[in-house]
């Protein structure tokens, strides 16, 4: 395989380099940030992108976020995420985006080498590997949901700036996307908030008030 590496720990980045090297496997880029991982990604085209979840700026979800934009714009790119910690909203719309070729590994939980090259080997010819905390938590999160958890964080951004009042011209400024971006996404809220076409009702506000009574 032919493997694009982001994880922010040196030792780590190293060593899954080198553990993937003694099976044969090339790793063709390996990245600090995630700020590079889709260019990256666009000039080797590889087999298999390996993701951590905390990276730089934040150390929070940055290469979580960085996978599920990976997926959104080549969703036949396998990635395989390594985490210390399910981050349930972006683990499930990476699920939600396909999941032919997607993993989410707990990093503390990978007990056995082979068992991981499997996984990686796994996830790069279309199938998945999740953890069962994984699993466990997104069935409890499901079970839990309220009527905003439908909704994907980039969705839930423009509901935000909605609430705050901006046009979507504004919106789409804001975010720096097409204000046809803009639409579609509005659209998915209305029909996710159950919010048909009405005269009598202004679906805009509607939208509104359930995300600030959140």
């Known amino acids: ?9 040196v030792l780590l980045r190293e060593g899954i380099t080198r553990l993937l090297a003694e099976y044969d496997h090339e790793v063709v880029a ?16 590889p087999d ?17 976020r960085a996978a599920v934009e990976l997926r959104a714009v080549r969703p036949a790119t396998p990635v395989l995420v390594l985490s210390q910690y399910v981050e349930e909203r ?5 699920l939600e985006l396909g999941t032919v070729g997607v993993g989410y590994l707990l990093k ?5 080498v082979r068992e991981f090259v499997e996984a990686a080997q796994r996830v790069a010819n279309g199938g998945t590997a999740l953890d069962p905390e994984v699993v466990s938590q997104l069935l409890v999160r499901s079970r839990n949901a309220g009527p905003l958890d439908a909704l994907t964080p980039r969705e839930r951004e423009v509901l935000g700036l909605m609430a ?6 504004a919106i789409s400024a804001a975010l720096v996307v097409s204000a046809g971006a803009v639409e579609k996404h509005i659209s998915n809220i209305f029909t996710k908030l159950d919010l048909p076409p009405s005269e009598l009702e202004h679906r805009r506000v509607l939208a509104v008030l359930r995300y600030v009574n959140e």
């Open 1 to 9: 395989m032919r493997i694009v590496i982001a994880e922010d720990s």
């Open 30 to 45: 390996a990245l600090g940030d995630a700020s590079e991982l889709l260019a990256t990604v666009e000039a080797h085209a």
């Open 48 to 64: 298999l992108v390996i993701v951590d979840v905390r990276m730089p700026p934040t150390h929070t979800d940055e290469g979580l």
């Open 90 to 94: 972006y683990a499930a719309e990476l």
């Open 108 to 112: 503390e939980r990978v007990a056995d």
């Open 164 to 169: 705050q009042g901006l046009s979507n011209a």
